[in-house]
């Protein structure tokens, strides 16, 4: 035997609604990551010596700025770098140097951005800006050994 089925009314649920607030805080930012400039074995130089290393940074998409390098330890200033004996700063055995921007070696890269840093513009992903080191011809070093520098590669944005 069936059941009669009676019409059943819902009463009206009440209703409330609210907004549930989503955000993320999207800040500029940037990594740096550095080749060396390796000139390797050389004889004292009777031709300008060259050697390549690179600064690949990645920074935020759109992100412009400007990357500097600086004198060096042992450099007068970013157009006469020198690498010397680490007991020999700067002294009668420096081997002078320097390093460019460009492939032409005609751009010498600084740190004094709208000068001589070079300008970038973010885009998310790694980018490799070439380093080119010269050492120039006709030097003779007072002794033999591993000569070095450190320069300071500074990221401003």
Same mark, same amino acid.
């Given at each position: 035997?069936?059941?009669?089925? %009676?019409?059943?009314? #819902? ?5 409330? @609604?609210?907004?549930? %607030?989503?955000?993320?805080?999207? %800040?500029?930012?940037?990594?740096? /990551? +550095? %080749? ?5 074995? +050389? ?5 300008? @010596?060259?050697?390549? &290393?690179?600064? +690949? ?7 412009? &700025?400007?990357?500097?390098?600086? =004198?060096? +330890? ?11 004996? !680490?007991?020999? =700063? ?10 460019? =921007? ?5 751009? /010498?890269? &600084?740190?004094? !951005? ?15 800006? !070439?380093?080119?080191?010269?050492? #120039?011809? &006709? ?7 591993? #000569? ?5 590669? @500074?990221?401003?944005?």
């Amino acid at each position: 035997m069936l059941v009669g089925l %009676q019409n059943v009314a #819902f009463a009206a649920v009440s209703q409330e @609604t609210a907004s549930l %607030q989503v955000s993320a805080n999207v %800040q500029n930012s940037c990594t740096l /990551n +550095i %080749q060396p400039v390796s000139f390797g074995t +050389i004889v004292t130089p009777t031709v300008d @010596t060259y050697a390549t &290393g690179a600064v +690949i940074y990645t920074c935020s998409n759109g992100l412009q &700025g400007h990357i500097g390098l600086d =004198r060096g +330890i042992n450099g007068q200033d970013v157009n006469s770098r020198a690498l010397s004996m !680490p007991n020999d =700063r700067g002294g009668a055995s420096s081997i002078i140097y320097a390093l460019y =921007r460009d492939s032409t070696h005609n751009d /010498n890269w &600084g740190n004094t !951005p709208g000068s001589d840093a070079m300008a970038f513009t973010g885009n998310g992903s790694a980018i490799s800006l !070439p380093v080119y080191g010269l050492i #120039f011809s &006709g030097q003779s070093a007072s002794t033999t050994g591993n #000569f070095t520098d450190t320069v300071t590669v @500074t990221m401003y944005y």
